[in-house]
């Protein structure tokens, strides 16, 4: 069963008809929300969607933005943190998935990855803090990993999906700038910090995608998506 339609509902369409197991895919999307009505109406629809599916596993998919100190005290984040406790606190069954930034056909062009090649694109000004890296991820091998997961029996618990790589956000620009041919407009700020993530429980289930995620993870996104 899928609560939601957009990118993430989209990539698990296929298990729209299991019943013992809610994918809910209808949380805020923007990392940058800081209307409180947003934050309330997912919080009301997870309750609403956990008490009419009691038996069900629920999948709930949260950030690693957590773990940053660079931005985990935004609005987006701490409601983030607060969704997962209520899930905790009120699901008898639970996943919940915190993401790193994931890049598929479409989806919120706030996200870091499309905001780049648009802005890149369209020669507008990046403010690009300079000491920054952000985490990628294919919302396809983020999916085939989700569903060993769920395949796998595991539940109740908190788990990490993500890239075994941060990638600078300045070699991300120079990807997409050799791509696109055409030059960034930067403005470089003395901000940011390498952003390091724990996968251990989920690297096997990465590990078996067989992907090359050294810096060429960049071009093969691009190439599928841009």
């Excluded at 990118?7 to 940058?32: H, P, T």
């Excluded at 949260?62 to 100190?69: A, P, Q």
């Excluded at 075994?164 to 403005?187: D, F, G």
Aim: hydrophobic fraction near 35%; glycine fraction near 4%; charge should be neutral.
């Amino acid at each position: 069963m899928i609560i939601g339609n957009g990118l993430l509902a989209s990539e698990f369409s296929d298990l729209e008809e299991i019943n013992s197991i809610v994918i809910f895919a209808s949380g805020v999307s923007n990392s940058l929300e800081t209307n409180n009505a947003e934050f309330k109406r997912e919080e009301q629809l997870i309750t609403k969607t956990i008490n009419k599916y009691k038996n069900c596993l629920f999948v709930y998919f949260s950030t690693c933005s957590i773990n940053d100190n660079t931005i985990n005290q935004r609005p987006y984040v701490l409601h983030k943190l607060k969704m997962e406790d209520l899930i905790i606190n009120s699901a008898e069954n639970y996943l919940v998935l915190r993401l790193s930034h994931i890049v598929g056909k479409g989806g919120n062009e706030n996200t870091i990855f499309n905001y780049l090649v648009n802005a890149i694109k369209n020669n507008s000004n990046i403010h690009l803090w300079k000491n920054a890296s952000r985490n990628i991820l294919d919302i396809e091998d983020m999916g085939k990993v989700v569903r060993e997961i769920i395949k796998s029996g595991t539940k109740n618990t908190i788990l990490n999906i993500a890239n075994p790589n941060s990638y600078p956000v300045n070699e991300i620009v120079n990807r997409i700038e050799k791509y696109l041919q055409k030059t960034a407009n930067l403005t470089m700020i003395e901000k940011g910090s390498h952003i390091s993530i724990e996968i251990n429980e989920t690297m096997p289930y990465i590990q078996n995608l067989s992907k090359d995620f050294s810096i060429n993870y960049i071009d093969e996104l691009l190439r599928k998506y841009h």
